[in-house]
Each structure stands twice: as C-alpha cells, then as structure tokens.
C-alpha cells in the first residue's frame, strides 16, 4: 500500500498573499491619484515558481502582462528581476527588503521594488 503525502501550503504563502495585496492596493490607489480613467488598474497576480514566485502584472484590457518583482520562497526576500528571472548583480540576487519585515511600501511602489542606493550591501557591512 503506497503512503500518501500530504500536500502542505508553503510558509511564506501567507505573507506573499498580503504581499501580492499590498501591491495591487499601490496600483489602484496610483490609478485613482493619476485620475486614469481610460482602463481599469492592472491586476496583480502571482506565480509560483521553484524557487520564487513571480508577481505579475495584468493589463485587463489588452492582456499585456509585466513583471512587478520576485520574491524569493526560501526566505521571503523581495527582488528586481526581468520577466525570466530575478537579477543577479556582483554581489548576488537584487534584494530589495523582505515581504516578512513590515509593509510593502518601505520596499516596493506601485512599479516595482525601489534601486537601492543607501545602506549596508552585504552582512559584513551591516555587523559594522
């Protein structure tokens, strides 16, 4: 007799949820502040991935679709990427916050994750 698994829900499933809420939230509320009105804000969806899940959005008009960011499922990381995968710069992956260390904002807008231009770069820098 074959053993069945079960299929547990991954655990940043939560957190990416609110993520992915977050972020459709700054796109509706950049569609209100600009006073678009020719189109319904984009819908912002997830994929998951392997290794990450991509958070997309979708143009509900024209079907168009573009990449808003990636988030890491081994440890929630945010990231820049492209539409096939997250960047990786010298020094490793793009990260950008962590969709489990506060709001979305502080890490994201309604484009996609903010340049990081300030700050410590790596965990040495950051023991400093």
């Known amino acids: 007799m074959a053993k069945q698994w079960e299929r547990r829900p991954h655990p940043q499933l939560k957190a990416l949820d609110k993520y992915v809420q977050a972020v459709q939230k ?3 509320d950049y569609w209100e502040a600009m006073k678009f009105t020719f189109a319904p804000p984009p819908t912002v969806v997830m994929q998951m991935k392997e290794k990450y899940a991509k958070i997309i959005k979708v143009d509900e008009d024209t079907g168009n679709q ?3 960011s990636f988030v890491d499922l081994s440890n929630g990381n945010i990231l820049k990427g492209n539409w ?3 960047i990786r710069t010298k020094r490793g ?4 916050g962590n969709i489990n260390d506060g709001p979305a904002w502080q890490y994201v807008n309604e ?3 903010h340049y990081r231009n300030h700050g410590p770069r790596t ?3 950051e023991k400093k």
Request: aromatic letters at 0%; charged letters at 15%; proline letters at 11%.
């Open 123 to 125: 965990a040495q820098q």
């Open 93 to 96: 992956l793009a990260v950008r």
């Open 26 to 28: 700054m796109q509706e």
């Open 111 to 113: 484009h996609g994750p």
């Open 66 to 68: 573009s990449v808003h």
């Open 84 to 86: 096939k995968a997250p």
